[in-house]
């Protein structure tokens, strides 16, 4: 029988034999790659977002009570309605991909069912999007011009959004981060230089404001699409088995995508309608500080989740639990701090919004546990982790939670609506974490491919 090499170098009494560096070469060179894309994020993510926050804090500033009541309700209006009418779509792209990213059909095949499920559902969802848009800002009793510019104005707004999201998955497939952040780093800049010169002008107003950051988006789909389409090979036509697919990938969690579009915004349009045209400028101001964590979010969507749809059985558990416990223990100074010293938080939000000090420590202790079930869901996604069961456990537990906060305590002030966003963010940690032990029990749903060569894993 003959022996392994282990066996002989064994028998001979010699050493096994080092790697040699052609065999070392490929480690490092992955090693080298995977240090590039994350310094490139931090770098590319990190302007933007800087960007991003002093644009925020301009507005909250230099905007009256009033006027950011106004642009705040449109801004919370866009992100809610946006992953409503988005409803996942774009985010089967990478998880379903796979492995398999140098199939350049493939990926146009999903980029491109991805924008024709978005556009239908954007076409059915865009009147009833207006009309309770205008709704809740005839209760405000604003002028009639300023109500129809905001509609506008969130219109655009979502269609280009749109554009922004199945566009952007080409490139975070192929880690091509400095082509997704540059274009949106110089628009960021330009729509800060704009927001200097109208209130230098004495024209910066809520509708200024939101017309100009409609317009920003919808700059944002156009360069991207033109970054996307040298990363696939666009499809002549709509292929119906691929948007069945995509369908199928999505479904299970239909129902709590629908809910969770509005739960991010869910505090902000209680108080619109419960409270006063002040807590309203309120609960919109403290949602910026909850934004100075959306750069970790965005970390988990553009470096996490490729990684993780990549990675082999035998390193997932680790990396899973890994990714958990470096987020939870980053999140404990943070609250700490907000608790104890908020003072820096309200000098971001200028003197309108001195008096929410006791408010500041609970909206980043929201923040951090909303952050940490992000982390989880995008990791249970890019693994096909899209269950029934979590999605009702999500739901049944979300409602009694809020229906029970409602009832017992009510959302009529600030400091109301901050806690009832806090007490919700435990349930989706709970789902979450639900359907991480589920997912590694049962492994993956099997999707019926489009592509005859793929494996049910990818």
């Not at 992955?30 to 933007?48: D, K, N, P, T, W």
């Not at 491109?112 to 207006?130: E, Q, S, V």
């Not at 500080?289 to 059985?313: K, W």
Request: proline share 4%; charged share 15%; with cysteine.
């Amino acid at each position: 029988m003959l022996k392994s090499r282990d066996e002989l170098d064994e028998a001979n009494n010699e050493p096994t034999p080092a790697p040699s560096a052609s065999a070392s070469r490929p480690i490092f060179a992955r090693g080298r790659r995977a240090i590039g894309i994350v310094s490139v994020f931090f770098l590319g993510q990190g302007a933007l977002q800087g960007l991003q926050i002093l644009i925020g804090l301009f507005l909250v500033r230099k905007l009256s009570v009033e006027a950011y009541a106004q642009f705040g309700l449109a801004y919370g209006f866009q992100i809610a309605m946006g992953s409503l009418m988005d409803f996942g779509f774009t985010s089967t792209i990478i998880p379903l991909v796979g492995e398999h990213r140098d199939n350049r059909q493939l990926v146009g095949r999903y980029v491109r069912a991805a924008k024709y499920l978005r556009d239908r559902t954007f076409g059915i969802l865009a009147p009833f999007t207006a009309i309770a848009f205008l709704v809740i800002m005839h209760r405000h009793h604003w002028s009639w011009g300023v109500q129809v510019i905001l509609v506008l104005s969130v219109l655009l707004t979502l269609y280009s959004s749109g554009r922004v999201s199945y566009f952007s998955a080409p490139l975070f497939l192929f880690g091509r981060l400095r082509e997704f952040y540059i274009p949106q780093t110089m628009t960021a800049l330009g729509r800060l230089i704009e927001y200097v010169v109208c209130d230098l002008a004495g024209v910066l107003n809520a509708w200024t404001a939101a017309a100009l950051f409609a317009l920003t988006v919808t700059m944002n789909g156009i360069f991207l699409k033109k970054k996307a389409s040298q990363h696939m090979e666009w499809p002549k036509v709509d292929d119906p088995s691929t948007n069945r697919e995509v369908l199928r990938y999505i479904l299970p969690a239909t129902p709590a995508i629908i809910l969770s579009a509005f739960q991010a915004q869910i505090s902000l349009f209680l108080i619109s309608i419960f409270g006063q045209t002040t807590n309203i400028a309120e609960v919109a101001a403290l949602g910026k500080i909850g934004q100075l964590f959306a750069v970790l979010m965005t970390f988990n969507v553009v470096v996490v989740e490729p990684y993780i749809a990549r990675l082999s059985r035998a390193r997932l558990l680790s990396t899973y639990l890994g990714f958990i416990a470096v987020t939870a223990i980053l999140s404990i100074p943070a609250v700490l701090f907000a608790f104890a010293a908020p003072a820096p938080f309200l000098w971001l939000l200028g003197g309108n919004y001195k008096g929410l000090g006791s408010s500041v420590g609970w909206v980043v202790f929201a923040a951090c546990i909303n952050h940490l079930a992000g982390l989880m869901w995008i990791m249970n996604r890019s693994r096909k982790w899209l269950f029934w069961s979590g999605t009702i456990l999500e739901v049944v537990l979300l409602l009694t939670v809020q229906i029970l906060f409602i009832a017992f305590v009510g959302v009529h002030t600030t400091q109301q609506a901050v806690l009832f966003t806090f007490a919700s963010s435990f349930c989706y940690v709970v789902a979450h974490g639900y359907v991480g032990i589920y997912g590694f029990l049962r492994g993956p749903r099997a999707i019926q491919s489009t592509d005859p060569c793929a494996s049910e894993e990818r």
